[in-house]
């Protein structure tokens, strides 16, 4: 068993929730270890504190598994806290929903491994390779908790590059179950959509926007939209199913863009969209925002989620102000009286500062806004701490 010595300014943060023990705050000169092996952290006065994942190459160098009581670390331990996540997503399925996350990190409890359902598919992600000793018990967990067909394994880019990897365990490597010959389908509040689990981002869909796309729904009728970085348009499917009059998609990639309309076919299996009703722009969301302000374009519903602009604590202010430039530029195309709705990723932007951005971003049109929400995660995306605070979101009336 590893010993890790901290300082008592991080104990202080450990008892309260935070999961997490850089490399530089590691006291001891000299930690040996595997990727996986457990490691236990003691107090200044030499009381347990806690247990957790020790990982030699990964900044973060042990991620914790349990505070304040010692526990074994065996299968009834990971057993309990599957047992615990899945009760936070009973009645998914009775509200027409079977693709979500199971297993939110740190947040339920397995640090550094996510967990997304697609139907009968499960997508294990990994972050860091020190759940790769942990493999086979898992497996055996989700077989005899889970009503699945198969489990895919994706693995960040950081755990992908990794040597020493066992070839058992390859980026898309089927875990158990029969092969995919295709995209998997699911439900999302009663929408159909499509996935692709093996090369898609994170596990294939962002499930986490599952709250706001519904909001979207119930603001479309008869009203026309524009889905700024669509990616694989369910922003837009929603605001078909809501009954909006048009969508307009811009984003640069097409392999996205295809998916897009893969998946509005998907659910909309009889009808035709006209040229006027869905059209797509592949184009930087900055870029086509300005042609559609130069052509003086507006449409009633205006969606601007990007990619995460600050994926490094030094990247938050430059993060702050691409936010405030794209609220300005949604702004400037939304219609009197219509709604602009602006969302980050940024786990680095926090959310004060983010609502600050993208108010200041209005006002800088000179028109004025009605706060109308501001949104978080949806449920089967709990935070425990700051930084599992990455997503937030608001909608805001454009005078």
Known sequence: MIHIKISKTLEKKIRQGYPWVFHYQVQNEKVEGKPGDLAVVYDSKNQFLAIGLYDPESDIRLRILQTSNPVDIDNCFFEERLNRALGLRDNFPGEGTTGYRIINGENDGFPGLVLDRYEETVVLKL????????????????????????????????????KGISKKYNEGHLLFGDKLDGPVRFKENGIDFEVDVIAGQKTGFYLDQRDNRQKVRLLSRGNS????????????????????????????????????????????LNRNFSVEEFSQMKADGFDALSELELGNQEYDLVIVDPPAFAKRKKQTNVALNAYMKLAQAGAKVTKKGGILFAASCSVHVQPPSFFKAVFL??????????????????KDHPFIFSEGEYLKGVFCKIN
Request: hydrophobic letters at 40%; a positive charge; proline letters at 1%.
């Open 361 to 378: 971003g209005i006002r800088s049109t000179g028109r004025g806004y009605e706060e109308i929400s501001r949104t978080s995660h949806a």
């Open 225 to 268: 939209v524009l889905n700024v970085f669509s990616y694989t348009g369910a922003f837009s499917v929603y605001a078909f199913a809501g009954g909006a009059s048009s969508v307009l998609e811009i984003d640069s990639n097409s392999v996205a863009l295809a998916a897009s309309r893969k998946n509005l076919r998907s659910h909309f």
């Open 127 to 162: 972050y860091t390779s020190a759940w790769v000793p942990y493999l086979d018990t898992l497996i055996t967990l989700f077989k005899k908790t889970l009503s699945i067909k198969r489990c895919v394994l994706r693995r960040s880019r950081k755990v992908a590059a990794l």
